[in-house]
């Protein structure tokens, strides 16, 4: 009953109405005043921000932040593909003829996560990755490879929670959200980067001007406050390392494994 309950109220709340009042106050003047609590609450590494506290105008400014120069460490080297966000590991595995098995207890096909793109058959038998963004986390994005970007998609949808509570107890949460979706050629393979918004997300936004040829953790995009990153990479193409499993806490630009096409 307690379940039930919790979904049908997570199901009339995740409207996108809702994130976009919540996404106005916090871009607002007043939410200004909440930037040092919110930082306290979550425990945020303030010192590893590119400003000082008083120097962000709202509580979107602050959640956006850009990092100081060498607060993250990227892998140089080429046949790396490092982690596009700081986040917790919430799945990881080979897909199997098209399903992402046993993320939290559910199963996902590549055909929904993408959109029914016709890039999907290329995905079938590759890896995936689910990133979880936190409050606590730095929310940029950023390119997990030094490639060209081939194609971007925007996939309109709901917002529901994609924390513990979401990924368990909502259906298929990864393929119903709104979703960005980056495919970008290194080698002679692809990695699809599927940015998927959530409840409280008043967007997901690309970093301007848009770029064709960029280099590994270029910035990308950004999420205005909490939600996930789902990594596919081709069929044949990567090779995760050893340690690499659900429940693993990774920074941006460290190696989630090595390309091997």
């Known amino acids: 009953m307690t379940k039930w309950l919790l979904r049908s109220m997570t199901e009339l709340s995740?409207?996108?109405?809702?994130?976009?009042?919540?996404?106005?106050?916090?871009?607002?003047?007043?939410?200004r005043r909440f930037i040092p609590k919110f930082a306290r609450m979550y425990g945020i590494a303030i010192e590893e921000a590119e400003k000082q506290?008083?120097?962000?105008?709202?509580?979107?400014e602050f959640f956006t932040r850009r990092l100081k120069t060498g607060a993250r460490v990227i892998d140089q080297d080429s046949a790396a593909l490092v982690s596009p966000v700081d986040a917790l590991i919430t799945g990881?595995?080979?897909?199997?003829?098209?399903?992402i098995l046993n993320v939290k207890g559910q199963d996902y096909t590549i055909e929904e996560l993408l959109n029914r793109s016709p890039r999907m058959e290329n995905y079938k038998n590759g890896y995936y990755m689910v990133l979880y963004l936190s409050p606590t986390d730095y929310h940029r994005i950023h390119t997990p490879i030094a490639g060209t970007v081939v194609e971007r998609?925007?996939?309109?949808?709901?917002?529901?929670?994609?924390?513990?509570?979401?990924l368990?107890?909502?259906?298929?949460?990864l393929s119903r959200n709104e979703r960005l979706i980056t495919y970008?050629?290194?080698?002679?393979a692809e990695t699809a980067i599927v940015k998927?918004?959530?409840?409280?997300?008043?967007?997901?936004?690309?970093?301007?001007?848009l770029r064709e040829k960029m280099d590994k953790g270029d910035d990308l995009a950004y999420f205005e406050f909490g939600s996930t990153v789902v990594l596919l990479t081709e069929d044949d193409s990567f090779l995760p390392r050893p340690d690499l499993k659900t429940g693993l806490k990774v920074r941006m630009g460290e190696r989630l494994g090595t390309l091997t096409s």
């Open 14 to 31: 995740s409207r996108k109405w809702i994130s976009r009042i919540t996404g106005r106050f916090a871009q607002s003047p007043a939410s």
């Open 53 to 60: 506290l008083h120097e962000y105008s709202t509580l979107n």
């Open 92 to 99: 990881c595995g080979p897909i199997e003829q098209g399903t």
């Open 153 to 166: 998609e925007h996939v309109l949808g709901k917002v529901y929670p994609v924390n513990e509570f979401g």
């Open 168 to 173: 368990r107890h909502m259906r298929r949460v």
């Open 184 to 188: 970008m050629r290194h080698a002679n």
């Open 196 to 209: 998927v918004g959530a409840m409280n997300v008043s967007s997901i936004k690309y970093v301007l001007p």
